[in-house]
């Protein structure tokens, strides 16, 4: 069982597999930026007595990421539609 997943989790790196690496690596930064965005607010509330005060480089690096990865994967889709 545990071979099989070693060998799956390999199986990402090849050229030809079912997985778009870019959607994983977009979805996993869109969940990151929304977990950054909730602790940054909450953290922002609590210690900064109500101020919002908002990290916005780091926010914006996973935005861009996030859109980058989206964008991409979007236009090989329509690329390859045609």
């Known amino acids: 069982m545990l071979i099989t997943e070693i ?3 390999w199986s990402l790196f090849k050229d ?3 997985i778009n690496e ?3 690596v977009g979805f996993a930064s869109f ?3 929304c977990l950054f965005a909730i ?3 909450l953290t922002s509330f609590l210690y900064a007595d ?3 005060v908002i990290n ?3 926010y914006n ?3 861009w990421v996030t859109l980058g990865c989206f964008g991409i994967s979007s236009f090989e889709k329509v690329k390859s539609n045609k």
């Open 7 to 9: 060998n799956n989790m």
């Open 16 to 18: 030809k597999n079912d």
């Open 22 to 24: 870019k959607n994983v």
């Open 31 to 33: 969940v990151v930026m």
């Open 39 to 41: 602790a940054d607010l």
């Open 50 to 52: 109500g101020k919002l």
């Open 56 to 58: 916005e480089v780091i």
């Open 61 to 63: 690096s996973f935005v």
